[in-house]
């Protein structure tokens, strides 16, 4: 064979080589970028939300809870085994409960980067006090006198005098979080903050109002990076259009959000689980969903504790519980459920019985023809006003069920649908006859929602009416001073019969957190929270 020959066969040779190692090449390349694909999936959330976020300060009221929960950390935190170390690796209280001194976690960043200490403990502290009024709901701001960075490690609060639930308002998930020194603005927070950089195990990347919010694993957190690797809240309306998304792949997570609101019903919870795509977890009984009277609208009928009482037995609850939720949410018979702290009371039983409804109203003076139709006393119908959240669509349900249930007992109930931050004015305002609400679940009560009893944003109107109301606010102070478990326990006792005799608070159902989440994912559990979810346990098979 000539020389060029030779030459020419060895070209083509390599030619050849060289052409199946491209296709080679593009085989293995395809093949990892679609595993790549499939990991980066398998690592992400993707969640509805009827909300936007909104602004994320966590020294305030308008961010979306569960969000601010994945961003920023507390001190201590509640868990069904009572207080646990959280950015507090452990605390000493002093012999008179008026100091607690907080031994803080090491080597912990904020987002930005900044050093997590004593020094930044204290200046989040001074920001949250200095905004005092628009915290009095807690009345753990309304104890502290002091806060003090003993070291870079040593952290002190000095209160004005024991207060039992201290540690609990600590571990809620605002306002006494830690957010960076550097996203102050002019040393405060009550003003707005530049930024929402957090400790916790995830960062917000990306926010676009309502559209979506991103969030991403933090590599540096101290408990170790999430293998969900990033969290996107994509804001849309509740109902079929969030049920279409999860069918197309659009997102792949719904839950409970801190409303009480679930983004799809019961049938299309259980249409997808049956699909064999998804899991439906739900948690324990987290809250009892309620009608709050105004007993102070001297000009309402709902300002009689016999009208109130009458609206008690006219609600079948077992109706409510099986029809509207398909029994994921059980009947309630009182303001707290029984797995509450405080809460095995013994009180008067409250069933469904329209007669006694009836009953009462006419012994009350609240007269009727025969028939159904409406009461009336003293030439006054007996007419109230409900609110409801127009974004839940159960909330809709139950009060068209109520109104009906109303009407068989003689009462003309108009309902109205607002955005929730109209309901929270008018319950601050004293704006209402009857609104829909709830309370503020495991980690917060009794406590708290009870504190919400003298506070004029929360629930004031709903109690000052009552004929012991000095009685019930003296109670209550006392509960928050006493450090005796046997006295705590008589007096939360005396204040749960106090309302519940004067039936200001009227229990719906017990309601639960509830997750619809790829079949795949795993570790899903739950916070003694209602409005936060350990994302950062959270994992793919």
Request: aromatic share 10%.
């Amino acid at each position: 064979m000539s020389k060029r020959r030779i030459v020419m066969l060895q070209m083509f040779i390599v030619f050849v080589l060289t052409i199946a190692g491209c296709s080679s090449n593009k085989e293995s390349t395809s093949a990892p970028a679609d595993h790549e694909a499939v990991n980066k999936k398998d690592t992400a959330l993707i969640y509805a939300t009827p909300k936007d976020i909104n602004d994320m300060n966590p020294h305030l009221y308008t961010g979306a809870m569960s969000a601010q929960g994945m961003i920023f950390e507390s001190l201590v935190e509640n868990t069904k085994d009572g207080i646990k170390p959280a950015l507090a690796e452990s605390w000493d209280i002093s012999a008179d409960h008026k100091e607690y001194t907080f031994h803080l976690r090491k080597n912990v960043k904020f987002h930005d980067g900044e050093s997590f200490n004593a020094k930044a403990v204290k200046q989040n502290f001074d920001a949250v006090q200095a905004n005092a009024s628009k915290h009095a709901w807690i009345k753990f701001s309304t104890k502290i006198v002091k806060s003090e960075a003993i070291d870079n490690d040593t952290f002190k609060l000095v209160l004005s005098e024991p207060y039992a639930p201290a540690l609990l308002e600590l571990s809620m998930t605002r306002p006494y979080v830690f957010l960076s020194p550097k996203d102050f603005v002019n040393g405060s927070t009550k003003d707005g903050v530049n930024g929402y950089n957090g400790t916790g195990p995830y960062k917000l990347t990306a926010h676009k109002t309502n559209e979506y919010a991103i969030f991403e694993a933090n590599p540096s957190y101290w408990g170790g990076e999430p293998q969900i690797k990033k969290i996107t809240a994509k804001v849309l309306p509740s109902g079929e259009t969030t049920l279409l998304a999860l069918q197309k792949g659009e997102i792949n997570f719904v839950f409970t959000d801190d409303r009480g609101t679930d983004s799809i019903d019961v049938d299309a919870m259980n249409q997808l689980t049956a699909s064999g795509n998804y899991q439906l977890v739900r948690s324990e009984s987290m809250n009892t969903k309620m009608l709050v009277a105004n007993s102070s609208k001297t000009d309402s009928p709902v300002s009689e504790t016999a009208v109130r009482e009458a609206i008690w037995y006219a609600i079948d609850r077992q109706s409510i519980s099986k029809n509207i939720f398909n029994s994921t949410e059980t009947p309630a018979n009182s303001l707290f459920s029984s797995n509450v702290n405080y809460a095995n009371v013994e009180l008067k039983q409250r069933g469904y019985d329209p007669e006694m409804a009836k009953k009462i109203l006419q012994q009350a003076g609240w007269t009727s023809e025969s028939g159904p139709s409406i009461r009336m006393k003293n030439g006054k119908k007996l007419t109230i006003s409900m609110y409801y959240d127009s974004n839940s669509a159960s909330q809709k349900t139950q009060v068209e069920f109520i109104q009906n249930s109303l009407k068989n007992v003689g009462f003309q109930l108009v309902i109205v649908g607002e955005d929730s931050t109209s309901i929270a004015k008018r319950r601050a305002t004293g704006d209402y006859d009857l609104l829909f609400n709830q309370t503020w679940g495991l980690a917060y009560d009794p406590q708290s929602t009870i504190a919400a009893f003298t506070t004029e944003s929360s629930y004031l109107y709903t109690t000052k009416g009552i004929a012991k109301a000095d009685e019930l606010y003296k109670k209550i102070n006392e509960v928050t001073l006493s450090t005796d478990e046997n006295s705590r326990t008589l007096l939360y006792a005396d204040i749960m019969k106090i309302v519940h005799d004067e039936a200001v608070f009227i229990p719906l159902t017990n309601g639960r957190v509830t997750v619809v989440a790829p079949k795949n994912l795993k570790s899903i559990s739950f916070k003694q929270t209602q409005f936060e979810l350990p994302f950062e346990q959270m994992h793919f098979e």
